[in-house]
């Protein structure tokens, strides 16, 4: 579903930030803020300020920012659209009167959830009656019991043609809805069941919608063991996570959530009593999923099948979380199991002993090289220590870092010195620019961060960047430059809070939230915004200069060299006209 974005305003304009902040913690003032123990990280102090000026929180810890609609989101890990809703709600806005134009878009999933929501009841009914009798003793036999079957909503789909289509059809559902429903296929003269004599495990989407299934077959006879449904317009298998909508809560109250493969490990996860847990369907891990993962808790663990797919599988969600600034840990379960198989056959207490001791990705790579090299000989041991430096160069976490090298160290008896002087040291090679440059791009990131903190509040400021159409070097302070010029031109006016509801990109927020925390003075001059805009642009020639320098330097054809130099005169001149 989608609201207006004149409606989002229009209802944010109705509530009070403060108000609703102080109804989830105690905040108490100071100056004009208000501040409260922020709920976003390991918080011992008040670091979050609400300004009820402005109707936004920051946290000056943590970099948390956002406006009402933001903090319900992310406190209670809902979507931003049930966030606004909730708001909705609080201030008596009847969102469906008023989101006409929204309704077709409603409607048109209504359908598919209608459908879904009948075939579950149908798959369920199966399963109780006598039809279902050799299912549920499969399920029984697989240890579960009817505490599981129930909490799981699981069901069964008979071994016929068409019953559900038949179901569906007598309740008015055309041809096209099951099609796109995903539940039925066609050929030239017959519609059917995409799911026959299969055990069915719903798939949910993040609050609690049936969207799809994961249909499993219980006899010999059938030859793929599971059929994941095909993706519709509400099912993406990278935007899914099985038991994403019962694991939230779990996963908030113990901050940590378990990643698995399948439905079933998740299910046998339940029976020991852990609900923090949600499942890929063993599909490869995308971004999308990674940031579901973050709204949840950061404290992650990878508990992914033994086997060779499984370790693949990990790799791969290690770097798609990393890149999201998770560092996950992770479990290697023994024997090539999978976390089903090892719950059913050790129990509770060993699994929890697997769980204590998650590895982190570190001695997870370090178990990888080591099965592919001989540490017996001296050549295998220099190839080994050689891979694991190129590993410890890609860590930006200093700390794991430092773990990593002792524990290389202890294990190889290489010393510390040698491993320390394989090590890259580009970054701090970076730092060391000429004293006059590094004082320029002082004057320029300062220029900037002002000229985006008066953009925020002034539309003559946004005004004034447009007509300069001034490049930005640095992607995030650019890309929120071009966001507030963007709403500006779409609202006709600008407020930081609204513009919050708009940007959906974490680093656009949180470059908000340090742009805001600035709190320069209220008042400007024209004169003052032209300097911001001239240092930003001296310091794109000086960088221009420096480029056409040193492609000079590299230039062999005579007249290449004469164009850059002529170029480069021309920058010069200019650059200093300015100084
Ligand atoms: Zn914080």
Redesign the pocket.
Known sequence: MKIDSELINEIRNKVDIVEIISSYLPLTTRGKNYFGV?P??D?HSP??SVSKEKQIYT?F????TGNVFNFIQDYEHITFVEAVKKCADMCGIDLKIKTSSDDKIIKKYKTIYDIYEISQKFYQNNINSSLGKKAKEYLYSRSLTDLEIKHFDIGLSLNENDMLVKLLKQKKFTDKDLLKSGLANANENDIYDVYRNRIMFPLHDLVGHVIGYNGRAYDDETTNRYVNSKETDLFKKRDFLYNYHRAKESARSKKQIIIMEGPMDVIRAYTIGIENVVATLGTSFSASQSNLIRRLSDNVILCFDGDAAGLKATKLAITELGKVGILPKIVLIPDNADPDEYIKNNGSEAFQNLLNKAIDIMEFKTILLKKETNLNSPEGVANYVKAMISEINKIDDDILKEVTINRLVDETKVSKDVIMSKLDNKKKELVITPKKKQTKKNKYEKSVQCLIYYMLYNEEVIKMYDRKITHIKDDNYRHLAFQISAFYKKHGYIKVADLLSEVDDVNTTKTIGSIVALELKDDYTKEEIDDYLNNIKEFNDLEKIDKYKSELAQANDINEKIQLANKLIAYKLRSEEND
């Open positions: 922020c976003f990280h918080d670091s979050m946290c810890s943590c970099g948390a």
